[in-house]
């Protein structure tokens, strides 16, 4: 099982790079993390051979953004691309239960030569919106969406777009466990576990 490791600190970074088969995540409780805390964990899992993927949001748990929400996120973007992150993972919907294109495609623009990933906000989607929704993200090149429930039905869902992965986000090492016996995916993100 490919556990990409959930952190949201530096201490965590030494333990988490030797967890790591392939990528760590980086989290500042559902929000962006600071600037410096991106750039040395960067470096030092570059050092390592493992890439980051750092979240991208202005507020924890929400994935509707106003004009000014949309530019710090945007910079946020920038800045990851200066730093040399390897993969962001961000989500925009509307009031009304869509992807907010034109939001995603500001943050897109922002995302250059790194792998884009759809946040959990993907599954507050109502799942007649799902067939749309999943064809602009393939179309638009993000490497697959980033979910913590409607697994089984996501997964199914996403077998029509074969470019489009899903990655499972726990709560802890157990549930990782659980969702790899029943799903068969090639990562999930978990907690560092003890």
């Known amino acids: 099982m490919n556990i990409e490791p959930l952190i949201a600190t530096f201490q965590e970074v030494p333990k988490a790079a030797e967890q790591a088969l392939l990528r760590v995540a980086l989290a500042n409780h559902a929000q962006t993390p600071s600037r410096g805390l991106i750039a040395a964990t960067t470096r030092y899992l570059h050092e390592h051979q493992k890439s980051l993927d750092v979240w991208i949001s202005a507020t924890p748990h929400a994935s509707e953004w106003n004009d000014t929400e949309?530019?710090?996120?945007?910079?946020?973007?920038?800045?990851?691309?200066?730093?040399?992150?390897?993969?962001?993972?961000f989500g925009a919907t509307t009031k009304t239960q869509h992807l907010d294109d034109e939001a995603l495609e500001i943050l897109l623009g922002a995302s250059a030569g790194m792998d884009p990933f759809f946040s959990p906000a993907f599954t507050n989607l109502p799942a007649a919106e799902w067939p749309h929704a999943l064809q602009w993200l393939s179309d638009h090149q993000f490497r697959g969406?980033?979910?913590?429930?409607?697994?089984?039905?996501?997964?199914?869902?996403?077998?029509?777009?074969?470019?489009?992965?899903?990655?499972?986000?726990?709560?802890?090492?157990?549930?990782?466990?659980?969702v790899e016996s029943e799903l068969h995916v090639p990562t999930i993100i978990s907690p560092l576990a003890d």
């Open 70 to 89: 949309i530019k710090l996120m945007e910079d946020d973007l920038f800045q990851c691309q200066e730093l040399g992150v390897d993969g962001v993972i």
């Open 145 to 178: 969406i980033v979910a913590t429930d409607h697994l089984t039905e996501l997964q199914t869902a996403l077998k029509a777009y074969p470019t489009l992965q899903l990655v499972p986000m726990t709560a802890n090492l157990q549930s990782a466990q659980r």
